[in-house]
């Protein structure tokens, strides 16, 4: 099994008269070990959709709307705000995945935690 899957991954931002689809049905999988990039144009969604998995859309105006994204077989979409946090803060993902070496707190910064 997948140690990441972001399944139809949704997440759109909403104003008073429009709806942008940020990240629109993305899918993808992440073995133990594996080493991905999101590539793409300028403003195709590929920092929303990280942002996404780590849940740091500013919500309002954003929101994931519809998917799944399981990692370790936790569904994340389904944890509370502390559950996530603490996740965040044992190094789950974000920067921290791709350099060992470094201090997690040298990948990220998350005011919560």
Known sequence: ?????VKNLKTHF???DSVTKAVDGVSYEVEAGETVALVGESGCGKSVS??????LIPQPPGKIVD???IFDD??????????M????AKG????SALNRRLDRLEHMIDPGI
């Open 74 to 83: 936790r569904d994340l979409l389904s944890l509370s705000s502390e559950e």
């Open 85 to 88: 946090r603490r996740m965040r």
């Open 67 to 69: 998917g799944e994204i």
């Open 1 to 5: 099994m997948p140690l990441l899957q």
């Open 92 to 95: 789950f993902c974000h920067n």
């Open 50 to 55: 990280s942002l996404s998995v780590m849940q």
């Open 14 to 16: 909403f104003s008073d």
